[in-house]
């Protein structure tokens, strides 16, 4: 099976052909709408915020160093991978550059609610992903919270690899972390995981100016094959709030039940405002 590519969908199709039922897509040119699009490069960023800081493993890098590092990486000595940069904190000038952030397709986007902006980070945030050659996400994964990612290519080539929903059986999932795969899809070994072999993988690469759309629920990963920077945000909507829901309770009581109880609260108010909020909406799904 292929990814399937669009260079020109309307907001209806992507919603019924895609959103719904859950197809991952690439969009080629949806990035089209951001004055980032071709913008972004190593050394744009090297010229004008050399000295933002972001974290990776436990040690602090900025921006010049990365873009050093991602620049020198090879497939035999890579950079770590990803660096990530929460844009809003951290480079809030690039937002202008990324307007409209959903592309005129990611909505409605409850995320955008007060009510979770305040919470920071549910998952909800837009991030900067730097990379270099032979940068591996670290595993097998499906996003935390069941959100819809987007993840939009800007400069550079990314191989992803994403499972059609329905896999999970094949995919080993952690007992101790069920959103993180055993495997090592690198080098699968079928004598501990025989039951990859039937899995159907869908490898591609996203380049310059191309955006991915990976609907909840979708296994992925990603590897650097160039320098690579990208824009990653996530959604939440009708379609996704009951996964999102099971998944809040799910995390905070490993905070106690206290801590979930008011949390899963806080989430229900979150939802059902947006949900309110998104009726007085003319872009209603
Ligand atoms: O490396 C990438 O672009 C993929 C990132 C990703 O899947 C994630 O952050 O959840
Ligand atoms: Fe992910």
Redesign the pocket.
């Known amino acids: 099976m292929d990814i399937i590519r669009r260079d020109n969908i309307s907001y209806e199709e992507f919603i019924e052909e895609h959103y719904k039922p859950g197809i991952p897509l690439v969009f080629t040119k949806a990035a089209k709408v951001w004055k980032a699009n071709g913008l972004f490069t190593p050394d744009w960023f090297r010229e004008n915020y050399p000295e933002r800081v972001t974290d990776c493993r436990g040690k602090n890098y900025n921006m010049k160093e990365i873009m050093d590092m991602v620049e020198a990486s090879t497939e035999e000595k890579p950079a770590p991978y990803p660096f990530i940069f929460d844009i809003p904190e951290t480079l809030p000038e690039l937002m202008p550059l990324l307007d409209p952030l959903d592309l005129n397709y990611a909505s409605p986007n409850w995320l955008k609610n007060k009510m979770f902006q305040s919470l920071g980070k549910w998952g909800g945030a837009t991030e900067l992903f730097i990379g270099g050659p032979g940068g591996k996400f670290p595993y097998l994964?499906l996003?935390y919270y069941h959100l819809n990612?987007w993840i939009t290519q800007l400069y550079g080539e990314k191989q992803f690899t994403v499972f059609p929903r329905g896999q999970e059986e094949m995919l080993y999932p952690r007992p101790d972390d069920p959103w993180r795969s055993e495997l090592n899809i690198f080098e699968p070994d079928y004598e501990k995981h025989p039951k990859y072999k039937d899995a159907t993988p869908i490898n591609f690469v996203v380049g310059p100016g191309e955006t991915l759309f990976?609907p909840f629920g979708t296994w992925?990963t990603a590897y650097s094959l160039t320098p690579t920077i990208s824009v990653a945000f996530d959604t939440l909507n009708s379609k996704n709030h009951k996964e999102f829901m099971k998944d809040v309770w799910t995390f905070k009581s490993r905070q106690g039940k206290a801590k979930a109880i008011a949390m899963y609260s806080y989430a229900w108010l979150a939802t059902q405002s947006s949900k309110i909020s998104e009726s007085f909406k003319p872009k209603v799904m």
């Open positions: 994964h996003d990612a990976i992925h």
